[in-house]
């Protein structure tokens, strides 16, 4: 028996594995032919699957998988398998195709091009000194190719017509013979590639070939045998409300059946609240005639987290724990797959956490068929980060859902706009884009990208019939308006007061505590600055009968589905404002409009984070603003960006153009390291431990609890990182730990000298570390 892995799993069967996955592929990404260009894709992978591991079979290699001693001498196993792709009856550029593929299966070939490829020459000089016995040095790979394989490789050669005939595969295999004298495959292949143009027929084709083969091998060898895919009980719960709202006398508004009917591509415009999400959903059940992988794209991590729970409440009810219907990418998985999976008393901790890895390890092989993702897990494949050319293949065909598009900057709008241009145009996908807040400006860009000739705006009659909020301008900051809040809160509303800033929205917090008198229980505070824990228990106390009082800073503006009564806010750009009046009277069955107050003055710090141009148009077209109907909007969006600031138009264009340039550069079997690097570096985040936890730190991190630990973790911007580290208060730490196998694991942590409550999250105040040192 010839093994393929070291855990005794046979080649036959890693063959058969990788198999089903093929056949599972057909069906949950069809369109992988089309895209390809290549009528014959799907044979094509099926040849390049049954040979890819073919130079296991070499008996030196053999011998590393049953740990004895060898010859091997760290040689390249796929190097022996591409030789094999010669005995297909297939045109010489289908088999120049396979062998590609088989070849860049596990390294790119900027690496192999660092493996040492010795000269005859020297071969015989060192077989002579080394290894004068033996019939052949072992690195000889024309003597290997001849005589090195076990010989049980010729069953599993004559056994692949009855393996094709199992899949209904028809390809002549065994009746070429391979030449011996032929070219190192690396020389041959590797060394003389040549690059592709993105817009060519030839390299979707020789991208998506890799990339499958890829998928095959990886998810063969992770255990999976099945891709779920998207069938139309997953979208029942429309039916439901449809039903209940026929029982009410109601339908799906106007906006909503429109998304419905939409084909192709789709752009909607509707209120916070007016049921976007279930317009896309709509949309997205008329596309699934033909299969296709679905990201469903939001700008931040906790708004990932809330859609993730809601599409799985509602996609796929029975599933427990966790669904194998609706995935979710980014970040910081663990920590919320930890909150899918709390704590229980004195439980095993290392099951609980094997378990969170296992989910974490399934949701990155990206086999379910609806994923919830930022935009960053999509652009990343675009970067050449490593498994890109898998990202590709999932892409292919594929539904995206881009929720919340007004939130980006200009530099990722631009890096989206030229992503979607792609893979509308060259890989079939269908895109549908919703947001309440878009101005003409974009939404031309946008409609051009998307090739849309009518956007979907919400009815004018549904428009007028929603008036949820009347607008206030006053005069002053939000410090002295506290004394109000107070007063709408002894008269039984629901009040937010939302900041700018972290530090502002802290010290509200304070003196709506101890100077007016509050309870801690009626007041919750929401920012960026909690750690994992804490902020997802801050998040489901907004749905306790007892907060009267939310305080917070942009992070309400996302994935929030609360209803308060009254709302006072500093000043801030139109969009950001209309994403925080969401938050009251969202559904609009509060009697009358409800009062949002914009003061005119912001605080200090506020220029960091807003252009004050935007603001000061705000404050200008909102000053003759009450009464704010819905159909106004679009107006007043126009009235404060008509179009792009100067400084901003430049950062839109730059990074476009730079964009559509490294396009270009992403290559086939090739890996960019360097742009893989500026992929990582646009993240802002920085993550550290707020002192007091260190001692619980350093006893999760002993106790093997690394989810745990992770969880006590803040993520704070590089400028405030800068900061502290400026005043002394991030110190690197280093801990170490003893493993099972007596080894000593080193472990570092950034530790911030700062004050933390689980109430008020983490401050800028100092606080000492604990000097305990774990050995």
């Not at 192709?264 to 033909?290: F, Y």
């Amino acid at each position: 028996m010839i093994l393929a892995k070291s855990d005794g799993t046979s080649l036959d069967k890693h063959i058969h594995d990788c198999l089903v996955i093929w056949q599972e592929l057909q069906t949950a990404l069809p369109k992988l032919k089309q895209v390809s260009n290549l009528p014959g894709f799907w044979q094509l992978l099926f040849a390049a699957i049954y040979i890819h591991d073919f130079g296991k079979a070499q008996l030196e290699f053999q011998k590393i998988l049953q740990h004895r001693s060898n010859t091997w001498c760290q040689q390249r196993h796929e190097l022996y398998s591409v030789p094999f792709a010669e005995k297909f009856a297939l045109e010489h550029q289908y088999q120049e195709l396979v062998k590609r593929a088989v070849l860049g299966h596990h390294r790119d070939f900027h690496l192999l091009a660092k493996e040492k490829y010795k000269k005859a020459e020297l071969l015989r000089f060192e077989k002579e000194i080394k290894w004068p016995d033996a019939p052949a040095h072992p690195e000889d790979y024309t003597h290997n190719l001849c005589n090195g394989f076990d010989r049980d490789l010729l069953r599993v050669i004559k056994d692949f017509a009855k393996v094709a005939g199992k899949f209904r595969i028809d390809l002549d295999f065994s009746r070429r013979v391979i030449f011996i004298d032929q070219p190192h495959p690396y020389v041959e292949i590797a060394a003389s590639q040549v690059e592709f143009d993105p817009w060519d027929p030839d390299y979707l084709q020789n991208m998506l070939l890799w990339g499958a083969l890829k998928i095959c091998d990886h998810y063969a060898s992770a255990g999976l045998d099945r891709l779920p895919i998207l069938e139309d009980q997953h979208f029942g719960f429309l039916d439901n409300m449809k039903q209940d709202l026929e029982r009410e006398g109601h339908e799906f508004y106007g906006h909503q059946k429109s998304c419905a009917e939409t084909k192709d591509n789709c752009i909607l415009i509707a209120p916070t609240g007016s049921g976007k999400t279930e317009a896309a959903m709509l949309w997205l059940r008329r596309q699934m005639a033909e299969q296709g992988r679905v990201f469903y794209v939001l700008p931040f991590t906790a708004s990932i987290n809330a859609m993730h729970r809601r599409l799985s409440g509602q996609m796929h009810p029975d599933a427990g724990e966790l669904s194998n219907i609706v995935g979710l990418q980014h970040g910081n998985m663990p920590s919320y797959l930890a909150t899918l999976l709390p704590e229980q008393g004195d439980g095993n901790i290392c099951e609980r956490n094997n378990r969170i890895q296992t989910w974490k390890k399934q949701l990155s092989h990206m086999q379910h068929p609806l994923k919830v993702v930022t935009p960053f897990q999509l652009l990343k494949y675009f970067y050449g980060v490593k498994g890109f050319e898998m990202g590709l293949v999932q892409l292919t065909g594929a539904r995206l859902i881009f929720d919340e598009i007004h939130a980006y900057e200009p530099e990722t709008f631009a890096q989206i706009q030229v992503m979607l241009d792609y893979l509308i145009q060259q890989m079939d996908c269908r895109v549908m884009i919703m947001t309440a807040t878009l101005p003409t400006f974009l939404k031309t860009i946008l409609e051009k990208t998307l090739q849309v000739d009518r956007t979907v705006i919400a009815e004018k009659k549904f428009m007028e019939d929603t008036i949820r909020h009347r607008v206030v301008l006053q005069s002053g900051n939000i410090l002295e308006c506290l004394g109000q809040a107070a007063d709408e809160i002894e008269a039984g509303n629901r009040v937010i007061l939302c900041c700018n800033t972290v530090r502002r929205a802290q010290d509200i917090y304070r003196d709506m505590v101890q100077v007016y008198g509050l309870s801690e229980k009626s007041v919750t505070l929401l920012h960026g600055r909690f750690n994992a824990r804490d902020r997802q228990n801050q998040e489901n106390r907004l749905f306790d009968d007892e907060t009267q009082l939310l305080i917070g800073t942009q992070a309400i503006e996302v994935s929030l589905d609360i209803d308060f009564d009254r709302m006072f806010t500093e000043p801030a750009p139109l969009d950001a404002l209309l994403q925080r009046f969401g938050r009251i009277n969202r559904k609009g069955w509060h009697q009358g409009p409800c009062p949002v107050t914009v003061l005119t003055q912001g605080g200090d710090s506020d220029k960091f984070i807003y252009n004050n141009e935007l603001v000061q148009r705000t404050l200008e077209v909102i000053q003759d603003v009450d009464i704010l109907n819905e159909d106004r909007i679009q107006e007043l969006l126009d009235a404060v960006y008509p179009n792009w600031l100067p400084q901003e138009r430049e950062k839109y264009e730059l990074t476009k153009r730079a964009f559509e340039h490294s396009l270009k550069s992403l290559q086939p079997y090739s890996y960019p390291r360097e742009r893989e690097q500026d992929f990582y570096e646009k993240f802002d985040g920085i993550r550290v431990l707020p002192a007091v936890f260190w001692n619980s730190y350093t006893e999760r991190i002993e106790a093997y609890d690394f989810i745990g630990a992770d969880q006590l973790l803040v993520s704070i911007q590089k400028g405030m990182y800068w900061r502290l580290k400026n005043e002394d208060q991030i110190e690197l730490r280093y801990l170490a730990f003893p493993r099972d196998d007596d080894q000593i694991e080193k472990h570092t942590v950034l530790v911030a000298k700062c004050h933390y409550d689980s109430g008020i999250g983490m401050t800028d105040e100092w606080e000492e570390a604990n000097d305990t040192v774990m050995i």
